[in-house]
């Protein structure tokens, strides 16, 4: 960290002491007397039992405006008194997330003795805000049907999307899940508790297993545009706000669960013709989730605490392995008798303080202790449990500390600390499938090219702990007219990553049963990175004239990492190793961005507002990833490398000739005997492969970036009726070009091959693809990999364009509704850069290092081959793509049964794989082999085969998701207690969606993943 931001922070966390507060809601407005006159001076009250303290006040300005802030979610009523004139009382006006409800007041003279009750529906229009959000409180997380996750909830929200659309009704809940939103990136998203990130130190602050506690969750918002100046990505921001207690003991239990026994089938013949093995079902579900709090000393110390322990056992769609286990044998052979399954299981034990000292000063302390374990994840008919990914969380803890201190009516302070330790592992035997088969740790993983299966054997060994450090800081000063704040946000973190070796350290490619390729790994490895800072320094004013509100800010963001000394030894194929890397300062960059939003009361009346905002947005970026992982310096050495394998290379008769065993020097980097030469010649040198270009690691405006704007119309239809129209805009800016200095287009070839004939492609199939590139033998291995700007080899552009329209409603009485549309398209084009730097065009290039892959670098993941360099690809579009999305509850009176429905229209992710540029894209991934390269290209392709899709990214979409959950609940009431028994059945119309497809074209459109057939979950709820 450089000394001046060193001194820049220390002056501003002593200026400032506190931090920025967690989204809260306010109330403001203006009072007159009954000629129209504004009256300043005017005590305005607010009461409700959500605070502590129970009453905020404060007085009128010179304007007769008022403004009360920090209010928690709840009921609220409102009282005006000045002497002189009658009291006036406003009730029923509630408060949720960050909305601000304008209630304004008429005083006539008369009497204190003498008050004024109002009574008028509470205000549905935020005529000061033009952030974009949703609040989802306990009346929609308890009746609406879904998993009961943040996630599930949030992406009931139109035009908010999912890598977890396989999730129904808690079948795969206990994931790691991303949100976008009107084309941001999932590295953006951030979950929020008491103002905090809960994000761990992995990917770029995307990641976590920590997962909020429904029983001890009051509402959550989810922002999703137009965000202010305490943000520092503009990514999905779920908030959630958590339950205090209060000054009675109150609190619910909570159960539900379902099994195979409850759910029907929706595997057809039909899916059994396109390849999908077995059905997708469920095996069992359960969800515990009781939670209790209440007064320690009435009006000064509550608490609330909640435990979670829930689960999900599903069957995935394929066949175990009959093989597994035995050394001897190389191919996969489904066992009928078994179906491969996934087990999932979470616990939450937290609990709450909240001591309010004095009417100054209130202090929370908050305790979360979490445990996952993901053991196997993700299996699918293409991964087998015995080389799955195995992720096992011992723990993912929150302990935080927050302070809040209204000094004046008008000065308000807010601080918080917290501390995220975070650790997962792979195991190094997968404990879901080694029942009494012996160690798993010596055999070899197997890919088959042809479909993309992978078996037989683990890939590594993997140990991650991580300590995330988080603080916050703001100071508010408040009039009627004018809000302003100043504020800090800022994290640290430290991370180490430990490879162990995989079987030999080696992985094999077949294509179906005969080996072609494989990688060499250099493990073990220690991988250490820290975040030194990660600062947040904003200033943010807000104020109205008249019908016109308008919020100018400005945030600078300051974000440090560097790798600490990192060492790596002897290894399988290099035991004289010892190379020792120092402390390496790596990212210090620096920028400053504008948030601008206006809002205008267009008739004066509450009911309408015409919003826009204009917001720059750092993108995220932290411990994995370019600037992570993909640039540490023990990383710029190549960890694999990839080789071509003949295993029929000696004749018949010979005992080395189809023994599944390379049987050359693996040592060599030439090609030796039955192996060609490595594909990176600097595999087990201390010569870097990959370099950075100083220019885009130090300095102002050198992080990436985007820009949002957002315009729209908020009106109210009637009493408790709302809608809103909104357009989005976002575009991409500071993009980084991967490029292979020792190659320019001169040293590929340019070659064509004719797609094959095939019903489901495009007019049949049989066209030509031209535009293809392949590398020129005599460049093989060689690798000198820049880290640079794209705009150094010409222009770049992504953009989002699109159109949100939703109905909200507020009748109360058991009558909710909710929903609306979303459309959009993205927009990408490279082409300038990649006729400069061809292997752009290419996710992992011919020369593959762990380093060269663009978006997700870690040396756990496999090179998975030589991609043909399409360039005719540069420019892409998705088309426009639709969501329909909607929720709603009605109570029936008289008899208290509750019915709700949530239902959601929207094309499935496509490939699996998920969030990429252009969403629910389904490539076809084709292995050109020598024969079909030879007539165009004049010789064999330098690592056949090679992958070339079929299509144009955007031609083929996936299918769309049609999905209706119904909820029918029956309400006992005894007393002060509502015992709730309910039955929730998902995917009612039972339809058999893909939800993910084979990309590779000798299965193309295979199905991997389906909706569940639908189910039943029974559920009871006990609330005191």
């Known amino acids: 960290m450089s000394t001046f931001r060193q001194v820049w922070f220390v002056l501003v966390v002593l200026l400032v002491a506190p931090a920025v507060a967690y989204a809260q809601a306010s109330i403001t407005g203006i009072v007159k007397d009954t000629s129209g006159a504004v009256l300043p001076g005017v005590t305005v009250e607010a009461a409700s039992p959500a605070l502590i303290e129970k009453v905020r006040s404060v007085t009128t300005d010179s304007s007769g405006q008022f403004r009360i802030i920090d209010l928690r979610p709840g009921t609220y009523t409102v009282t005006f008194t000045l002497p002189g004139f009658s009291t006036t009382k406003r009730e029923g006006v509630e408060l949720a997330g960050s909305f601000t409800a304008t209630v304004n007041a008429d005083l006539r003279i008369g009497g204190l003795e003498e008050t004024i009750t109002v009574t008028s529906q509470s205000p549905i229009v935020d005529v000061q805000a033009a952030t974009q959000q949703r609040v989802l409180g306990k009346d929609v997380i308890d009746v609406i049907p879904t998993s009961r996750t943040h996630f599930s909830l949030a992406t009931m929200i139109p035009g908010v999307r999912t890598n977890n659309a396989s999730d129904t009704g808690g079948t795969n809940s206990i994931e790691l899940v991303f949100l976008t939103s009107h084309g941001g990136r999932v590295t953006d998203q951030r979950v929020t508790l008491d103002g905090l990130s809960t994000n761990s130190a992995e990917g770029a602050g995307q990641y976590s297993a920590y997962t909020p506690n429904i029983a001890s969750t009051q509402e959550m918002a989810i922002d999703f545009a137009a965000g202010g100046a305490e943000m520092e990505t503009g990514g999905v921001r779920v908030n959630v706000i958590p339950k205090e207690g209060g000054n009675r003991f109150s609190g619910v239990m909570f159960a539900s669960g379902s099994h195979s026994n409850l759910q029907s089938s929706n595997f057809t013949d039909e899916l059994k013709a396109r390849g999908l093995p077995s059905a997708y079902s469920i095996h069992k579900l359960w969800d515990i989730n009781p939670g209790f709090g209440g007064p320690v000393v009435r009006d000064k110390v509550w608490f609330y605490g909640a435990v979670r322990y829930n689960g999900e056992n599903t069957y995935s769609g394929g066949f175990a392995n009959a093989n597994v286990g035995k050394a001897n044998e190389w191919l996969y052979v489904a066992d009928p008798n078994k179906r491969t399954e996934n087990y999932h299981r979470q616990s939450s034990y937290n609990i709450r303080g909240t001591w309010q000292i004095n009417p100054k000063n209130k202090v929370s302390a908050f305790f979360d202790k979490q445990a996952r374990c993901v053991c196997p994840r993700a299996i699918s008919p293409l991964e087998l449990p015995e080389s799955s990914t195995e992720f096992d969380y011992p723990w993912a803890d929150i302990n935080s500390v927050t302070w809040s201190s209204p000094m004046t009516s008008r000065l308000l302070f807010e601080a918080g600390v917290q501390r995220h330790p975070e650790q997962w592992h792979l195991p190094a035997d997968n404990h879901a499938v080694n029942d009494g088969i012996g160690p798993l740790t010596n055999l070899i993983q197997v890919t088959n090219l042809a479909n993309g299966m992978v078996y037989r054997g683990r890939q590594s060994i993997v140990t991650n702990d991580m300590v995330t450090w988080r603080y916050r800081g703001s100071a508010s000063y408040v009039t009627g007219t004018h809000s302003f704040k100043i504020g800090f946000t800022n994290q640290s973190a430290t991370r180490d990553w430990l490879f162990s070796a995989p079987a030999q350290n080696l992985a094999y490619q077949f294509i179906g049963a005969v080996p072609n390729r494989l990688v060499q790994y250099n493990y073990p490895i220690l991988i250490r990175a820290n975040v030194g800072m990660d600062l947040g320094l904003y200033a943010q004013d807000r104020w109205t004239v008249g019908r016109l509100t308008a919020t100018l800010g400005a945030r600078w963001d300051s974000l440090d990492v560097y790798y600490p000394e990192q060492h790596i030894g002897p290894t399988t194929y290099f035991p004289t190793q010892n190379i020792t890397y120092p402390k390496t300062d790596w990212v210090n960059w620096n920028d400053i961005t504008p948030r601008l939003a206006a809002v205008y009361d267009l008739f004066g009346n509450g009911r309408t507002a015409l919003k826009v905002g204009l917001n720059k947005y750092m993108l995220a970026f932290g411990l994995q990833g370019m600037f992570g992982d993909g640039s540490n310096p023990i990383n710029l050495i190549p960890q694999n490398t990839l080789r071509t394998w003949n295993d029929s290379f000696y004749p018949e008769g010979d005992p080395r000739r189809g023994n599944y065993k390379p049987d050359c020097d693996l040592v060599s980097r030439s090609a030796n005997e039955e192996c060609g030469a490595m594909l990176n010649d600097k595999f087990g040198t201390s010569i870097p492969s990959a370099r950075v270009d100083p220019d885009i690691l130090d300095g102002w405006g050198k992080r990436g970036f985007n820009w949002e704007f957002s315009t729209g119309v908020q009106h109210q239809l009637t009493e408790g009726i709302s809608v809103d129209v909104g357009f989005f805009r976002r575009w991409y800016g500071n993009f980084i070009a991967i490029d292979n200095a020792t190659t320019t287009i001169a040293d590929y070839t340019k070659f064509s091959i004719t797609a094959p004939a095939d019903s489901r492609l495009p007019n049949g199939g049989g066209y030509v693809i031209d535009n293809l590139y392949d590398l020129n033998p005599n460049k093989v291995g060689q690798v000198d990999t820049l880290y640079t700007f794209a705009s150094n080899y010409g222009k770049q552009i992504e953009h989002w364009d699109g159109m949100d329209f939703g109905v909200n409603t507020r009748f109360g009485n058991g009558v909710i509704l909710q929903g609306g549309v979303s459309a959009g398209r993205t927009l990408t084009d490279n082409c300038e850069v990649v006729a400069k730097s061809p292997e752009i065009i290419s996710g992992v290039f011919a020369t593959t290092t762990t380093a060269q892959q663009t978006f997700s670098v870690s040396p756990g993941n496999s090179p998975t081959g030589y991609n043909a360099l399409q360039l005719g690809r540069c420019a892409q579009s998705s088309g426009f793509l639709s969501q329909y999305k909607g929720f ?65 990214p955007g031609t083929v979409v996936g299918e769309r998701v049609n999905q209706v959950d119904l909820s029918v609940a029956k309400i006992l009431r005894f007393g002060g207690t509502k015992t709730t028994l309910k039955v929730d059945v998902f995917n009612l119309l039972n339809r058999n969606t893909a939800l993910t497809e084979n990309a590779n074209f000798a299965a193309w459109r295979t199905p991997l993943t389906i909706m569940q057939g639908r189910f039943a979950k029974v559920g009871a709820q006990f609330d005191f």
């Open 888 to 952: 709603g509850s009605y109570l029936l009176p008289k008899i208290d049964v509750q019915l709700s429905v949530n239902y959601q229209n929207f094309n499935a992710l496509g490939s699996a794989g998920g969030f990429d540029a252009i969403p629910s894209n389904v490539p076809a991934q084709y292995l050109v082999q020598n024969a079909a390269a030879l007539p165009s290209l004049g010789r064999n392709l330098s690592a056949a085969p090679a992958t070339v899709n079929l299509i144009a």
